[in-house]
């Protein structure tokens, strides 16, 4: 028994709410749902005399239960209330419904608050009216939705009123809710499951998901345990309005499944269309279907097969071959994504759910949609074949049209209009967007406008019906038309201007017409009225008083007054009543004390002067105007005279720009004065006494109004500039004396106007402020680009001077101006987009390169949109193109190895060669083999091997030949007849010797050996002889007989090199066949031993054959002059070695060779390892120049004991062996005899022991002068004790843990004698107690420590030079490297070695050497590093040095290395920066940049190395360019004449450009920049020289004519710049000079022809003759021409034709064909059009072109017919009763048709389009209405009684009379 369950039901916003949990009676939940079934089926059998009619309700009844048993639990009391409430329900039949709904709403619902829509008080609607005869009662209302989201299902019941039984369900359902639920509600189905997860199951709880999609009963609740494989039906029937399956709409429903249509409607069959629009056609998305191949490329790894758009649905992709499917996704906000699809998934990508399936061979990709974000499918490959991917999918169209709503109407009330349009509509950035973008797609189809009444309500107290008017939509809509502007009613001060609107409309034969206005109240109506001239009017300003006239006492003073437009500028249109006045009085409070002047101050001569009119001239305007012109000169030149001047009255016509005298009365206002009186000064003679009468004269006139208006000076303006210097203005009035108030300037005298004053003001420079430029040009032109402006923070000193500062940035408070800003920010249209050119397919010779083009669109927001390739219009740029390669090197070319000689067994192949090389076109060349390397001869030949030839019991199988040969090196001391020696050494034998040559072999028949000398296959011959037993005898050597032979095993080879040794012991050398390379003469020592130490170190043996042979040849050189060294000796024992001739000699005076005693004579021939000759070799290399001799003697000396010493050993031995019975002082006597005097040489000896004999130690003056050289000794240290070492330069130390002392030796040679001292890891040994300098110089360390450990360098140093070797002292053998902390800066030398540790600073193309010298025990590995990453070996040939030739930019980084030993790791790094000199760049990109923005009076020019020059005239702009580059990137400094530059200028582009404004005299010299960085500088100079360009006239332009008479020379006007002519735009300012013709080549012609024009031609076509007169004139330097006879100009030219054809072209002529049929459009009554065709054809009837019958009347094509067609009226019907009968509102309306006249038919309207057509509506009872009755308006009230509408107010008003009735 399980426990109860705990429900839950969805709430609002599909969240789920908690049910009752009851608690049940023992059982299962099926149990008890069938035993609560069993209960009321027992209930409803007690009801008794019930018939099988009521069948059907009980059947609902169990519905009911059923359902609320499927919900979780029942509480005991809600049962008991059901029981109860059916039980009354059977009890109450007229209420049985009713209740049975409250029922299942309490039962299925128990938390939803009931809201139910009452019509009326009861809760049942009437029977319905629709069916009266039904047995059925009406439905009931409908039941609350059993969701709240997510689409729902309501039930509404009705109950059967008969007996009998009833036909038909007494439920009914339908759908609700359907709005999606939030994200956070879950799936639906999954609540019901998850209700069950706290009720046991079979005694434990589990955790339910539902089972969906079930295809035998989609409506059983169905669970599965989580975790398991338990799957149970929890519930028959899940919730009404679960979905039936997850991908559909069906619900299910009391436990069945019903169709839901896509409009949410039960039983509905609507579904979406593919475009996901419900009941849709398809026209909003467009099906996109396609395939790719993919082309395996080497340069690509994955490829774009389709980018799918946002929005887009139903896509399929199918991918068959070996590549893989990848997603990529962009949502709108720009958020990036990708999915590698790696396995069969069904998954969400961006709220898209993708379902991928990957099969072996093929890969399927479906996305239902729509998708959320744009999606871009790739393919990354991976296989060598092709892959083919099929896709499908619907896109939406983007951008659709979408209609707008209706406008507002035309009118408030009354009935107006209204219209629609249509927008485009993007629906991804839901954005109203240009009408360009509906327009890409050819679906999309504009809707065409509505028009609609609108607004039919009747306005107040009048009518407003209005019926409907036909509008044609094919017409124009009507719109406005405005006329022009009225002129502005005011010319300043601001004014306004008007013009008039008018609503047309235009027919379809384009007439305009106006019509009513309501008919454009779809757009807004336009302004009729606008302000105009809004700028202020003139205004006088008045600057400040100057001084008193006098200096004690009273006098006058003046001030200047300017009548200043809105724009400061100086100008007419002042009221002069307004003028302030310009004089005053002053008084000086100082008293005077001279005699009271006779005459007043005025009538002074410099006052007199001074108050001269200083009368601005008048401007004439549109208004008619006084004009004064000037003053003429006084009368008289002494005394009182006049002066006069004229006034005319002129008006200035505006549309002529003409002004016009008008008569005098024409003008207002008072009139200027014409005349005045002047004074000129004293007469000569005249007293100076105060004369009243000249004074009247003078002043009569105007005496009483200069004593009561004056002019004074009230103030100065404001500062015209606020700082860096401005100026102020004085204002002068004209006063009354005695009001002091302002009076009109005409009541002063103009004359005594004070003169202009004018004073300086805001001195102090301006504080720093912003300068901004002229923004640049967009950087696109669409899409979003981007401008710019250079914006700087100036500082101005002086606006006088115009003097500017360039300041820092922070010196400007105020925010620094925007530097850029966005341009072109809309979408550009669709366009290609090129990838990058990928990789040539071929290095050199012809090849080609691939890109890739993407169709996209730029947004206007920056970003790019993928798009199909449908939508870029232009054709598709070009994907490849070949590759502009070079020639490929010359290069060999094999054909194929022929068959192998033989047939079993080891053969040999061969095969050709050729030497060609591939051009650039791809096409071969075959050129001379010797342009081609040297081939191998065994690249042309090679063995081959096809299986042992048929032998019993052998394997077929073996392995690779070997040679046993013997490294070792032979030297001949004593002649013998034949001598043995195996391959793989050397020999340095005597001549006459022969030699048997033996070459050992495993697993290799002797017989097929080979032998070759010096590659050349050798044969026998009677000196040489080649045995079939692998050896090779050669008889009595001889100087031919000097090389190296090879003995070849198969693919196995091996060398014998063979020498002789000459008279003097010297080496012979080889006399014929030298190769080139072993002619030249022996190589310097240093480089011989670099080369040997690699070949020691077995780098070099890695090469070709030819290397190979390069290296033995001088490794030969070095055993050669070791051997001659040895040879030369001169301490052997017993005898020195002689020459073969003296032991030739010797030899024919013995017996025999066997007397010779073999105890103490020196052997045939001594024998050594060549390893032992390669250590002597390594250990010279490490030896200083000058000791190499010295230390080569020494080893010589070494390298003979210890040869002679091993033959004595093998002597002893061999005489061990034979036992011989000697006495033993017999045997050691003459050893001890002979070796004594060789053995006691080699003991040690100072390093003066070995000097050149030349050097003498006892007195140093006569000893050579000789830099330091430090001895290097071969030994290794020597452990005196277990706690001593003792030890030379050059070697290693190891500390261990008992070492008490260790003593390094420094031993050095010199003259003067060197200096020692010592250092440790760089820095000089500071000596103490345990540092002990030695008195030998050698440095002692006592008790070791680990601080000592580090490289030790003895320095030896004397005026000549010095000396420096280093020891190694380790820690118990651990790893240690030398380095140092230096910079080394390199900018000359082609070489740089360094320690590592360093920094190196070095210019190009330089070789640099890094030492890592390398300490420890054992030896440790070095290992090279660059940027962390390791070298291989081929970048450091020695283990301690790190080669990097011709250094570049690209070996910049951090070099590293690391040693390692099995005692520990050490890491030491150099860092190499590359520099690079300044030098001089070919041009400089920023200098076009500022050109492109700069003016046109700005020139430029780039410096160089050898100087530039640039003439630029005054006043103009310079931009000078210093285009250099380097690394680092070089500091620029600009110079004028050698220099510091203090001149103003600018520097730009980070100093790189110069520019110098507004040039002057002061610039003109050499101006140069000095570009400076760590590799060096560069200096680049230009010059620039001031100079004006000038006309000139200097050279005359060429004769008009030859001869005669009109012959003429016009000067030459050119434009000179320094000489030079430049274009004449220089010189445009400059005033051109006169240019006067003068007379040329006036002299007579020569006799030539003159012609007529031709004749008319003979015929107009078909061809004709036209004929000229032709004569011989003379033509004479007076311009008369006199005929000559013909032979005069037959001698100059040939007789012109007389005689010509024309009109070629043949007769052409219009034809017409018949007229057709009366059919056309009517143009009047009974009469239309008719049309025929016109043709051009000749006279033989071919028809040709209608153009070579242009020249003649085209007949007429069209005509007037008659036709019964046309017969048509306009016919009218009566008008229809008005809608009211009275007010302004009332209209009525007829039918207008177009009719045959006979028939009386309609016909089509157009025919009846040539006469007007009547209109169909018009205003009527245009009256005011009574208000003495109640009377209806409208002839509609008896439908508003019937519609019970008398109770609105609009229509009880305009229906009283009819709604007042009874």
């Given at each position: 028994?399980?426990?109860?369950?705990?429900?839950?039901?969805?709430?609002r916003?599909g969240?789920?709410?908690?049910?009752?949990?009851?608690?049940?009676h023992r059982?299962?939940?099926?149990?008890?749902?069938?035993?609560a079934e069993?209960r009321?089926a027992t209930?409803?059998?007690?009801w008794?005399?019930q018939?099988d009619?009521?069948a059907?309700?009980g059947?609902?009844?169990r519905d009911?239960q059923a359902?609320?048993?499927?919900r979780?639990g029942i509480v005991?009391k809600?049962?008991?209330?059901?029981?109860?409430?059916?039980?009354?329900a059977?009890?109450?039949y007229?209420?049985?419904?009713?209740?049975i709904?409250?029922?299942?709403?309490?039962l299925?619902?128990?938390?939803?608050?009931?809201?139910q829509?009452?019509?009326?008080?009861?809760?049942?609607?009437?029977?319905?009216e629709e069916?009266?005869d039904?047995?059925?009662?009406?439905?009931?209302s409908?039941?609350?939705?059993?969701?709240t989201?997510?689409?729902g299902a309501s039930?509404?019941?009705r109950r059967?009123?008969?007996?009998?039984?009833?036909?038909?369900?007494?439920?009914?359902?339908?759908t609700c809710?359907n709005v999606?639920?939030?994200p956070?509600a879950?799936?639906?189905?999954?609540?019901?499951?998850s209700?069950?997860?706290?009720?046991?199951?079979?005694g434990?709880?589990?955790?339910w998901?539902?089972?969906?999609?079930?295809?035998d009963?989609?409506?059983?609740?169905k669970?599965?345990?989580?975790?398991?494989?338990?799957?149970?039906?929890?519930?028959?029937?899940v919730?009404?309005?679960t979905?039936?399956?997850?991908?559909?709409?069906d619900m299910c429903?009391?436990?069945?499944?019903?169709?839901?249509?896509?409009?949410?409607?039960?039983g509905?069959?609507?579904k979406?269309?593919?475009?996901?629009?419900?009941?849709?056609?398809?026209?909003?998305?467009?099906?996109?279907?396609?395939q790719?191949?993919?082309?395996?490329?080497?340069?690509k790894?994955?490829?774009?097969?389709?980018?799918?758009?946002?929005?887009?649905?139903?896509v399929r992709?199918?991918?068959?071959?070996?590549?893989?499917l990848?997603l990529e996704?962009?949502t709108?906000?720009?958020?990036?994504?990708?999915?590698?699809?790696?396995s069969?998934?069904?998954?969400?990508?961006?709220?898209?759910?993708?379902?991928?399936?990957?099969?072996?061979?093929?890969?399927?990709?479906?996305i239902s949609?729509?998708?959320?974000?744009?999606?871009?499918?790739?393919?990354?490959?991976a296989g060598?074949?092709?892959?083919?991917?099929?896709f499908?999918?619907?896109?939406?169209?983007i951008?659709?049209?979408?209609?707008?709503?209706?406008?507002p109407?035309?009118?408030?009330c009354?009935?107006?209009?209204?219209l629609t349009?249509?927008?485009?509509?993007?629906l991804?950035?839901?954005?109203?967007?240009?009408?360009?973008?509906?327009?890409?797609?050819?679906?999309?189809?504009?809707?065409?406008?509505?028009?609609q009444e609108?607004?039919?309500?009747?306005?107040?107290a009048?009518?407003?019906?209005?019926q409907?008017?036909p509008?044609?939509l094919?017409?124009p809509?009507?719109?406005?038309?405005?006329?022009?502007?009225?002129?502005?009613?005011?010319?300043?001060?601001?004014?306004?201007q008007?013009?008039?609107?008018?609503?047309v409309?235009?027919?379809?034969?384009?007439?305009?017409s106006p019509?009513?206005?309501w008919k454009?109240?779809y757009t807004?109506k336009?302004?009729?009225?606008?302000?105009?001239?809004?700028?202020d009017?003139?205004?006088?300003?008045?600057?400040?008083?100057?001084l008193?006239?006098v200096?004690?006492?009273?006098?006058?003073?003046?001030?200047?007054?300017?009548?200043?437009?809105?724009?400061?500028?100086?100008?007419?249109?002042?009221?002069?009543?307004t003028k302030?006045?310009?004089?005053?009085?002053?008084?000086?409070?100082?008293p005077?004390?001279?005699?009271?002047?006779?005459?007043?101050v005025?009538?002074?001569?410099?006052?007199?002067?001074?108050?001269q009119e200083?009368?601005?001239?008048?401007?004439?305007?549109?208004?008619?105007?006084?004009i004064?012109?000037?003053?003429?000169?006084?009368?008289?030149?002494?005394?009182?005279?006049?002066?006069?001047?004229l006034v005319k009255?002129?008006?200035?016509?505006?549309?002529?720009?003409?002004?016009?005298?008008?008569?005098i009365?024409?003008?207002?206002?008072?009139k200027p004065?014409s005349q005045?009186?002047?004074?000129?000064?004293?007469?000569?003679?005249?007293?100076?006494?105060y004369n009243p009468e000249?004074?009247?004269?003078?002043y009569?006139?105007?005496?009483?109004?200069?004593?009561?208006?004056?002019?004074?000076?009230?103030g100065?303006?404001?500062?015209?500039?606020?700082?860096?210097?401005?100026?102020?203005?004085?204002?002068?009035?004209?006063l009354?004396?005695q009001?002091?108030?302002?009076?009109d300037?005409?009541?002063?005298?103009?004359?005594r106007?004070p003169?202009q004053?004018?004073?300086?003001c805001s001195?102090?420079p301006?504080?720093?402020?912003?300068?901004?430029?002229?923004?640049?040009?967009?950087?696109?032109?669409?899409?979003?680009?981007?401008q710019?402006?250079?914006?700087?923070?100036?500082?101005?000193?002086s606006r006088e001077?115009?003097?500017?500062?360039?300041l820092?940035d922070?010196?400007?408070?105020?925010?620094?101006?925007?530097?850029?800003?966005a341009c072109?920010?809309f979408?550009?249209?669709?366009?290609?987009?090129?990838?990058?050119?990928?990789?040539?397919s071929?290095?050199?010779g012809s090849?080609?390169?691939?890109?890739?083009?993407?169709?996209?669109?730029?947004?206007?927001d920056?970003?790019?949109?993928?798009?199909?390739e449908?939508?870029?219009?232009t054709?598709?740029?070009v994907?490849?193109?070949?590759c502009?390669?070079e020639?490929?090197?010359?290069?060999?070319?094999?054909?194929?190895?022929?068959?192998c000689?033989?047939?079993?067994?080891?053969?040999?192949?061969?095969?050709?060669?050729i030497?060609?090389?591939?051009?650039?076109?791809?096409?071969?060349?075959?050129?001379?083999?010797?342009?081609c390397?040297?081939?191998p001869?065994?690249?042309?030949?090679?063995?081959?091997?096809l299986?042992?030839?048929?032998?019993?019991?052998?394997?077929?199988?073996?392995?690779?030949?070997?040679?046993?040969?013997?490294?070792?090196v032979?030297?001949?001391t004593?002649?013998?007849k034949?001598?043995?020696f195996?391959?793989?050494?050397?020999?340095?034998?005597?001549?006459?010797?022969?030699?048997?040559?033996?070459?050992?072999?495993?697993?290799?028949?002797?017989?097929m050996i080979?032998?070759e000398?010096d590659?050349?296959?050798?044969s026998?011959?009677?000196?040489?002889t080649i045995?079939?037993?692998?050896?090779?005898k050669?008889h009595?050597l001889?100087?031919?007989?000097?090389?190296?032979?090879?003995c070849?095993?198969?693919?196995?080879?091996?060398?014998f090199?063979?020498?002789?040794?000459?008279?003097n012991?010297?080496?012979a050398?080889?006399?014929t066949?030298i190769?080139?390379?072993?002619?030249k003469?022996k190589p310097?020592?240093n480089?011989?031993?670099?080369?040997?130490?690699k070949?020691?170190?077995?780098?070099?043996?890695?090469?070709?054959?030819?290397?190979?042979?390069?290296?033995?040849?001088?490794?030969s050189?070095?055993?050669d002059?070791?051997?001659?060294?040895?040879l030369?000796?001169?301490?052997?024992p017993?005898?020195?070695?002689?020459?073969w001739?003296?032991?030739e000699?010797?030899?024919?005076?013995?017996s025999?060779?066997?007397?010779?005693?073999?105890?103490?004579s020196l052997p045939?021939?001594m024998?050594?390892?060549?390893?032992?000759?390669?250590d002597?070799?390594r250990?010279l290399s490490q030896?200083?120049?000058e000791?190499?001799?010295?230390?080569?003697?020494?080893?010589?000396?070494?390298?003979?004991?210890e040869l002679?010493?091993r033959?004595?050993e093998h002597?002893?031995?061999?005489l061990n062996v034979?036992?011989?019975?000697?006495?033993?002082?017999l045997?050691k006597?003459p050893l001890?005899?002979?070796?004594?005097g060789?053995t006691?040489?080699?003991?040690?000896?100072?390093?003066?022991s070995?000097?050149?004999?030349?050097?003498?130690?006892?007195?140093?003056?006569?000893?050579?002068?000789q830099?330091?050289?430090?001895l290097?000794?071969?030994?290794?240290?020597?452990?005196?004790s277990?706690s001593?070492?003792v030890?030379?330069l050059?070697q290693?130390?190891?500390?261990?843990?008992?070492?008490l002392?260790?003593?390094?030796h420094c031993?050095?040679?010199?003259?003067?004698?060197?200096?020692?001292?010592?250092?440790?890891n760089?820095?000089?040994?500071?000596?103490?107690d345990?540092?002990?300098?030695?008195?030998?110089?050698?440095?002692?360390?006592?008790a070791p420590?680990?601080a000592?450990?580090?490289?030790y360098a003895?320095?030896?140093?004397?005026?000549?030079g010095?000396?420096?070797?280093s020891?190694?002292?380790?820690?118990?053998?651990?790893?240690?490297?030398?380095?140092s902390?230096a910079?080394?800066?390199?900018t000359?030398?082609?070489?740089?070695?360094?320690?590592?540790?360093?920094t190196?600073k070095?210019?190009q193309?330089?070789?640099v050497?890094?030492?890592?010298?390398?300490?420890?025990?054992p030896?440790a590995q070095?290992?090279?590093?660059?940027n962390k990453?390791?070298?291989?070996s081929?970048?450091?040939?020695?283990?301690g040095l790190l080669?990097?030739?011709n250094?570049?930019l690209s070996?910049?980084?951090?070099?590293?290395?690391?040693?390692?030993?099995?005692?520990g790791v050490?890491t030491?790094s150099?860092?190499?920066?590359v520099?690079?000199p300044?030098?001089?760049?070919?041009?400089?990109?920023d200098?076009t940049a500022v050109?492109?923005?700069?003016?046109?009076?700005?020139h430029?020019?780039?410096t160089?190395?050898?100087?530039?020059?640039m003439?630029?005239?005054?006043?103009?702009?310079a931009?000078?360019?210093?285009?250099?580059?380097?690394h680092?990137?070089?500091s620029i400094t600009?110079?004028?004449?050698?220099?510091?530059?203090?001149l103003?200028?600018?520097?730009?582009a980070a100093?790189?450009?110069?520019?110098i404004?507004n040039?002057?005299?002061?610039?003109?010299?050499?101006?140069s920049?000095?570009?400076q960085?760590?590799?060096?500088?560069?200096t680049?100079?230009?010059?620039?020289?001031?100079q004006?360009c000038?006309w000139?006239?200097?050279?005359?332009?060429?004769?008009?004519?030859?001869?005669?008479?009109?012959?003429?020379?016009?000067?030459?006007?050119r434009?000179?710049?320094?000489?030079v002519e430049v274009?004449?735009?220089?010189c445009?300012?400059?005033?051109?000079?006169?240019?006067?013709?003068?007379?040329?080549?006036?002299?007579?012609?020569?006799?030539?022809?003159?012609?007529?024009?031709?004749?008319?031609?003979?015929?107009?076509c078909?061809?004709?003759?036209q004929?000229?007169?032709?004569?011989?004139q003379?033509?004479?330097?007076?311009g008369?021409?006199?005929?000559?006879?013909?032979?005069?100009?037959?001698?100059?030219?040939?007789?012109?034709?007389d005689?010509?054809?024309c009109?070629?072209?043949?007769c052409?002529?219009?034809?017409a064909s018949?007229?057709?049929?009366?059919?056309?459009?009517?143009i009047?009554?009974r009469?239309?059009?008719q049309?025929?065709?016109?043709?051009?054809?000749?006279?033989?009837?071919a028809?040709v072109?209608?153009?070579?019958c242009s020249?003649?009347?085209?007949p007429?094509?069209?005509q007037?017919?008659w036709?019964?067609?046309?017969d048509?009226?306009?016919?009218v019907?009566?008008w229809?009763?008005?809608?009211?009968?009275c007010?302004?509102y009332g209209?009525?309306?007829?039918?207008?048709?177009?009719?045959?006249?006979?028939t009386?038919?309609?016909?089509?309207?157009?025919h009846?389009?040539w006469r007007?057509r009547?209109?169909n509506w018009?205003?009527?009872?245009?009256?005011?209405c009574?208000?003495?009755?109640c009377?209806?308006?409208?002839?509609?009230?008896?439908?508003?009684?019937?519609?019970?509408l008398c109770q609105?107010?609009q229509?009880k008003?305009?229906?009283?009379g009819?709604c007042?009735?009874?």
């Amino acid at each position: 028994m399980g426990a109860a369950p705990r429900c839950r039901a969805e709430g609002r916003g599909g969240e789920p709410r908690p049910l009752v949990r009851p608690r049940l009676h023992r059982g299962s939940l099926g149990a008890r749902m069938e035993c609560a079934e069993r209960r009321c089926a027992t209930r409803r059998q007690t009801w008794a005399g019930q018939k099988d009619s009521r069948a059907g309700q009980g059947a609902h009844e169990r519905d009911a239960q059923a359902r609320t048993s499927s919900r979780a639990g029942i509480v005991p009391k809600v049962a008991k209330i059901a029981q109860y409430a059916i039980t009354m329900a059977k009890t109450f039949y007229r209420y049985r419904n009713s209740t049975i709904s409250m029922l299942n709403s309490v039962l299925s619902y128990p938390n939803i608050t009931f809201r139910q829509r009452i019509a009326t008080n009861s809760f049942r609607t009437a029977r319905s009216e629709e069916d009266p005869d039904s047995l059925w009662d009406a439905w009931g209302s409908w039941s609350e939705c059993s969701r709240t989201c997510g689409g729902g299902a309501s039930y509404s019941l009705r109950r059967c009123l008969s007996s009998k039984t009833c036909e038909g369900r007494n439920i009914r359902y339908r759908t609700c809710s359907n709005v999606d639920c939030p994200p956070e509600a879950g799936d639906f189905r999954a609540q019901q499951c998850s209700a069950h997860n706290d009720v046991k199951y079979q005694g434990q709880f589990y955790e339910w998901i539902p089972i969906s999609n079930d295809p035998d009963n989609p409506c059983s609740l169905k669970c599965q345990a989580r975790g398991t494989a338990l799957v149970v039906e929890l519930a028959p029937k899940v919730l009404d309005g679960t979905r039936c399956y997850t991908e559909s709409l069906d619900m299910c429903i009391s436990g069945l499944c019903q169709i839901v249509g896509c409009d949410h409607q039960l039983g509905s069959s609507v579904k979406e269309d593919n475009c996901g629009v419900c009941n849709g056609d398809g026209s909003t998305c467009r099906l996109v279907r396609g395939q790719y191949k993919s082309h395996l490329s080497a340069n690509k790894l994955d490829d774009t097969v389709v980018a799918i758009p946002y929005g887009s649905r139903q896509v399929r992709l199918v991918l068959k071959g070996p590549d893989h499917l990848y997603l990529e996704t962009k949502t709108l906000q720009g958020v990036k994504s990708e999915n590698s699809l790696s396995s069969t998934s069904s998954f969400l990508m961006d709220n898209s759910s993708i379902d991928f399936q990957k099969f072996p061979d093929r890969e399927i990709l479906r996305i239902s949609g729509p998708l959320t974000a744009d999606f871009t499918i790739k393919i990354r490959y991976a296989g060598a074949a092709d892959s083919l991917v099929q896709f499908i999918f619907y896109q939406p169209i983007i951008h659709q049209w979408r209609e707008t709503d209706f406008f507002p109407c035309s009118a408030s009330c009354g009935g107006g209009y209204q219209l629609t349009s249509a927008e485009c509509f993007d629906l991804r950035s839901n954005q109203v967007v240009t009408d360009q973008y509906c327009h890409f797609y050819p679906e999309n189809i504009k809707p065409k406008p509505k028009l609609q009444e609108c607004n039919l309500d009747p306005c107040p107290a009048s009518d407003g019906y209005k019926q409907i008017m036909p509008y044609d939509l094919y017409h124009p809509l009507p719109r406005w038309e405005s006329t022009p502007w009225t002129a502005c009613s005011s010319s300043c001060g601001g004014g306004v201007q008007s013009r008039s609107l008018s609503c047309v409309e235009e027919d379809i034969q384009g007439h305009i017409s106006p019509v009513e206005e309501w008919k454009c109240m779809y757009t807004p109506k336009m302004h009729v009225v606008q302000t105009c001239n809004i700028f202020d009017c003139p205004k006088w300003l008045a600057q400040e008083w100057s001084l008193c006239t006098v200096t004690c006492g009273q006098g006058l003073r003046y001030r200047v007054v300017l009548c200043i437009d809105h724009r400061g500028m100086h100008t007419g249109g002042c009221s002069p009543k307004t003028k302030p006045h310009i004089k005053e009085e002053c008084i000086i409070p100082t008293p005077c004390y001279k005699p009271k002047e006779k005459l007043p101050v005025e009538a002074k001569l410099p006052w007199y002067k001074q108050a001269q009119e200083l009368e601005e001239g008048t401007v004439v305007s549109e208004e008619p105007s006084f004009i004064p012109e000037a003053w003429s000169t006084c009368s008289v030149t002494c005394g009182v005279g006049m002066q006069v001047r004229l006034v005319k009255c002129q008006v200035l016509l505006s549309f002529s720009q003409s002004v016009v005298d008008l008569p005098i009365d024409e003008c207002e206002g008072p009139k200027p004065a014409s005349q005045r009186s002047c004074y000129s000064g004293l007469c000569s003679g005249e007293a100076t006494e105060y004369n009243p009468e000249e004074t009247e004269l003078l002043y009569g006139s105007f005496q009483e109004l200069y004593e009561l208006y004056d002019w004074e000076y009230q103030g100065f303006t404001e500062c015209s500039e606020s700082c860096g210097g401005g100026v102020q203005e004085a204002m002068v009035t004209c006063l009354n004396k005695q009001t002091r108030e302002t009076a009109d300037e005409t009541l002063c005298i103009s004359s005594r106007h004070p003169p202009q004053l004018l004073k300086t003001c805001s001195l102090d420079p301006c504080p720093p402020r912003w300068e901004t430029g002229q923004w640049s040009t967009c950087s696109l032109t669409c899409g979003g680009g981007l401008q710019t402006r250079d914006v700087f923070c100036c500082h101005l000193l002086s606006r006088e001077t115009n003097e500017t500062v360039i300041l820092a940035d922070e010196l400007c408070r105020k925010p620094k101006p925007s530097l850029v800003q966005a341009c072109s920010c809309f979408d550009c249209p669709p366009s290609w987009y090129p990838t990058e050119w990928q990789e040539c397919s071929q290095t050199c010779g012809s090849g080609v390169q691939n890109r890739d083009m993407h169709c996209k669109q730029r947004l206007a927001d920056g970003s790019l949109l993928d798009l199909p390739e449908t939508f870029c219009s232009t054709p598709r740029p070009v994907t490849q193109e070949a590759c502009k390669n070079e020639d490929c090197p010359n290069e060999w070319f094999f054909s194929d190895w022929t068959q192998c000689s033989v047939s079993c067994g080891e053969g040999t192949q061969s095969r050709n060669a050729i030497c060609r090389k591939m051009l650039k076109t791809g096409d071969f060349l075959i050129i001379s083999s010797s342009l081609c390397p040297p081939l191998p001869f065994s690249s042309l030949n090679r063995l081959c091997t096809l299986g042992t030839c048929a032998r019993h019991n052998r394997p077929a199988h073996k392995q690779s030949p070997h040679i046993m040969a013997a490294k070792k090196v032979y030297i001949q001391t004593r002649k013998k007849k034949k001598l043995h020696f195996i391959v793989g050494g050397y020999a340095y034998l005597l001549p006459k010797t022969s030699i048997i040559l033996r070459c050992p072999t495993r697993r290799f028949r002797k017989s097929m050996i080979m032998w070759e000398k010096d590659d050349k296959r050798l044969s026998s011959s009677a000196h040489i002889t080649i045995a079939p037993y692998g050896y090779l005898k050669i008889h009595h050597l001889k100087t031919s007989d000097i090389g190296t032979y090879t003995c070849i095993t198969g693919s196995t080879r091996e060398n014998f090199v063979i020498k002789l040794i000459g008279s003097n012991k010297i080496i012979a050398e080889q006399p014929t066949g030298i190769k080139e390379e072993e002619a030249k003469s022996k190589p310097g020592l240093n480089e011989a031993l670099r080369t040997e130490e690699k070949h020691i170190n077995g780098i070099l043996f890695n090469g070709s054959k030819a290397d190979s042979r390069g290296r033995n040849s001088q490794l030969s050189r070095w055993y050669d002059y070791i051997v001659s060294r040895l040879l030369q000796h001169k301490g052997w024992p017993g005898q020195n070695l002689g020459s073969w001739e003296d032991q030739e000699s010797t030899e024919r005076n013995t017996s025999s060779e066997d007397d010779h005693n073999p105890g103490y004579s020196l052997p045939f021939t001594m024998i050594t390892e060549q390893k032992h000759l390669n250590d002597i070799i390594r250990n010279l290399s490490q030896q200083p120049e000058e000791l190499k001799d010295i230390y080569t003697k020494q080893l010589v000396v070494q390298l003979a004991h210890e040869l002679f010493q091993r033959h004595l050993e093998h002597q002893e031995f061999v005489l061990n062996v034979s036992r011989l019975r000697v006495d033993t002082a017999l045997v050691k006597y003459p050893l001890s005899r002979h070796v004594s005097g060789f053995t006691s040489s080699l003991r040690t000896l100072p390093a003066e022991s070995f000097l050149p004999p030349s050097a003498d130690l006892a007195n140093g003056l006569h000893r050579p002068h000789q830099k330091p050289a430090i001895l290097r000794k071969i030994s290794a240290a020597q452990q005196l004790s277990a706690s001593e070492v003792v030890t030379h330069l050059g070697q290693t130390v190891v500390l261990a843990s008992g070492t008490l002392s260790v003593l390094l030796h420094c031993e050095a040679v010199g003259n003067p004698k060197p200096t020692i001292s010592w250092a440790k890891n760089g820095e000089e040994v500071k000596y103490n107690d345990r540092m002990v300098l030695q008195p030998d110089d050698s440095l002692q360390i006592l008790a070791p420590v680990e601080a000592d450990v580090g490289f030790y360098a003895c320095n030896a140093s004397n005026a000549l030079g010095s000396d420096s070797v280093s020891i190694a002292v380790t820690l118990a053998g651990k790893p240690l490297i030398k380095a140092s902390r230096a910079t080394v800066t390199n900018t000359e030398s082609p070489t740089v070695v360094v320690d590592i540790g360093s920094t190196v600073k070095t210019i190009q193309r330089a070789n640099v050497t890094i030492s890592c010298q390398v300490a420890g025990v054992p030896e440790a590995q070095v290992t090279w590093f660059k940027n962390k990453v390791k070298l291989s070996s081929a970048h450091h040939p020695h283990n301690g040095l790190l080669l990097i030739t011709n250094v570049s930019l690209s070996d910049q980084g951090l070099y590293s290395c690391k040693a390692v030993n099995r005692h520990g790791v050490v890491t030491e790094s150099s860092q190499l920066l590359v520099l690079e000199p300044p030098q001089p760049l070919p041009y400089l990109e920023d200098l076009t940049a500022v050109l492109s923005s700069a003016t046109a009076s700005t020139h430029s020019v780039m410096t160089s190395p050898s100087g530039t020059q640039m003439t630029i005239s005054p006043g103009s702009s310079a931009l000078i360019g210093c285009a250099v580059g380097g690394h680092p990137a070089p500091s620029i400094t600009w110079l004028y004449s050698g220099k510091p530059l203090n001149l103003q200028h600018t520097l730009l582009a980070a100093g790189q450009i110069l520019q110098i404004i507004n040039v002057s005299g002061v610039h003109d010299g050499e101006f140069s920049c000095l570009a400076q960085n760590e590799a060096g500088s560069l200096t680049q100079k230009t010059s620039l020289t001031i100079q004006e360009c000038q006309w000139s006239v200097d050279k005359l332009m060429a004769c008009s004519a030859s001869c005669g008479h009109k012959g003429m020379q016009l000067p030459q006007l050119r434009c000179l710049l320094d000489g030079v002519e430049v274009s004449i735009s220089h010189c445009k300012e400059k005033p051109k000079p006169a240019l006067q013709p003068i007379a040329c080549n006036r002299r007579d012609c020569p006799s030539r022809w003159m012609v007529t024009s031709w004749s008319p031609c003979t015929q107009s076509c078909g061809g004709g003759i036209q004929i000229r007169r032709v004569t011989c004139q003379h033509l004479t330097a007076k311009g008369s021409s006199v005929q000559m006879s013909n032979e005069a100009c037959v001698q100059v030219s040939k007789r012109p034709v007389d005689t010509q054809n024309c009109n070629k072209q043949p007769c052409v002529e219009w034809v017409a064909s018949s007229w057709g049929q009366c059919n056309g459009p009517c143009i009047g009554p009974r009469l239309a059009v008719q049309h025929r065709r016109i043709f051009c054809q000749t006279k033989d009837g071919a028809f040709v072109s209608p153009d070579q019958c242009s020249a003649l009347p085209r007949p007429l094509s069209t005509q007037n017919c008659w036709t019964e067609i046309c017969d048509v009226h306009w016919r009218v019907s009566l008008w229809t009763v008005c809608t009211a009968t009275c007010g302004k509102y009332g209209f009525q309306s007829r039918y207008v048709d177009c009719v045959h006249v006979h028939t009386n038919k309609p016909v089509l309207e157009r025919h009846c389009s040539w006469r007007p057509r009547p209109v169909n509506w018009q205003r009527c009872n245009i009256t005011p209405c009574e208000n003495v009755e109640c009377r209806d308006t409208t002839r509609y009230c008896e439908k508003v009684k019937q519609l019970k509408l008398c109770q609105l107010t609009q229509f009880k008003s305009r229906c009283c009379g009819t709604c007042g009735k009874a």
